[in-house]
């Protein structure tokens, strides 16, 4: 009995909220409601995480990036073997992994990888530029680190900003985040694009802006690990529910009671 009892009353507490979202629907709802600016938050975190770990400079500068690390490879072809995992490794994660392990360690374990992976390239970068006779036997190491970076990236911070937009944002203000979150990414895209061709030339060097980008995905690490929401398995109400909180959803009971008496 109790058990029904406590499924009424989430359903009463769905439905007020939601005649709530529907009294005033509007732009500013992402950040007047506590909800929609928790996710808003979220999705921040995995944007800048995802765009901060290196990966527009990784796909716009491969090429460069193998011809400037001297390997016994052909640019070319690293190029074609690198976009080529990528691809075995986002299908892989699309239709095996996610369902299994889910989310939120996925994007953990990927920002992990990625900080370990972009350092390491940016360690053979600093060795060959001040210690070149340390990497004369280390010229697999371009392409070892570039590809396993490809598919860490591709098990957990490829699709966590999408993920977040989809499961976490109610479809009242849904097609508005989208409108925002695809501008901010365009736009940070840009930045760090622009960052890695800044820091590269004025330092005449790769390791600069690839340990920049380690450090920063270490950080984003932090950040994730700690208000990344596991969503395998929820319901976008067991979802929004997480998000408003327990104290929240009563303050939002009790005013929705009073202005009906």
């Not at 392990?101 to 360690?123: D, H």
């Not at 976008?236 to 202005?259: A, C, V």
Request: charged share 20%; hydrophobic share 45%; with cysteine.
């Amino acid at each position: 009995m109790s058990n029904v009892d406590n499924e009424m009353d989430a359903l009463c507490k769905a439905i007020m909220r939601q005649e709530r979202r529907d009294e005033k629907p509007g732009f500013f709802d992402l950040f007047t409601i506590p909800s929609n600016r928790k996710a808003c938050y979220i999705f921040l975190i995995l944007c800048l995480t995802n765009k901060f770990s290196g990966k527009n400079p990784c796909l716009f500068y491969t090429e460069t990036i193998f011809k400037e690390a001297g390997t016994n490879i052909d640019a070319t072809v690293s190029v074609i073997i690198y976009c080529s995992v990528e691809l075995l490794a986002v299908a892989t994660t699309t239709f095996f992994i996610v369902d299994r392990f889910g989310k939120r360690m996925l994007m953990i374990t990927s920002t992990a990888g990625c900080a370990i992976s972009v350092f390491m390239l940016a360690l053979h970068f600093y060795l060959k530029d001040f210690h070149i006779n340390l990497v004369e036997n280390l010229n697999w190491l371009p392409i070892t680190a570039l590809v396993s970076y490809n598919i860490l990236f591709s098990v957990g911070l490829s699709f966590g900003p999408v993920s977040v937009l989809s499961e976490l944002f109610p479809t009242s203000v849904k097609a508005k985040a989208l409108c925002i979150a695809d501008s901010f990414s365009v736009m940070m895209g840009t930045i760090v694009s622009k960052f890695f061709q800044i820091t590269k030339d004025e330092f005449s060097t790769m390791s600069v802006p690839f340990f920049c980008f380690s450090m920063c995905s270490l950080v984003g690490l932090t950040f994730v690990a700690k208000y990344v929401p596991e969503t395998r398995g929820k319901t976008l109400e067991e979802i929004q529910q997480f998000l408003i909180g327990k104290e929240q959803e009563e303050i939002d009971l009790k005013e929705r009671t009073f202005s009906h008496i």
